[in-house]
């Protein structure tokens, strides 16, 4: 009976860290999400981590971690740290640049940054509003 649940355990929590983008071991590339609201881009430390639902969150201070913690849900990136702009095109999961963010009705949107493109720019240009609300709907696809 145990190695029943000890395999259902493994299976259940695999699918769920597959909600968030955990690279480098926690969200948005190990980068502060609450300094993101300060308009900053604030390299975690390990020193300051915590988990929540299921994935390792990194701080920049531990008055960002107790921040935090006190509301947790206001600083999750939307579509689990992937980049916004891919989620609302092609409902793909793309890593991110995590010094790329935009902070919109209170949420944090991440996006990818490399080899010349700059998926920020182009959500900006083609309509964030449509690609906000085309992005919601495929994130539920990926997740049911």
Known sequence: MKEITFILLLISTSLFAQQY?????????????????????????????????????RFSSKENLKTFKENPKQYIPQYGGYCAYAIGKTGEKVSINPKTFEIRDNKLYLFYNSWGTNTLDLWKKENPKELQQQADKNWKKLNH
């Open 21 to 57: 983008n955990t690279k480098n071991g926690a969200i948005a590339n190990g980068y502060d999400v609450v300094s993101y609201f300060n308009n900053k881009t604030e390299k975690g430390k390990k020193e300051f981590s915590t988990t929540y639902d299921g994935v390792n969150f």
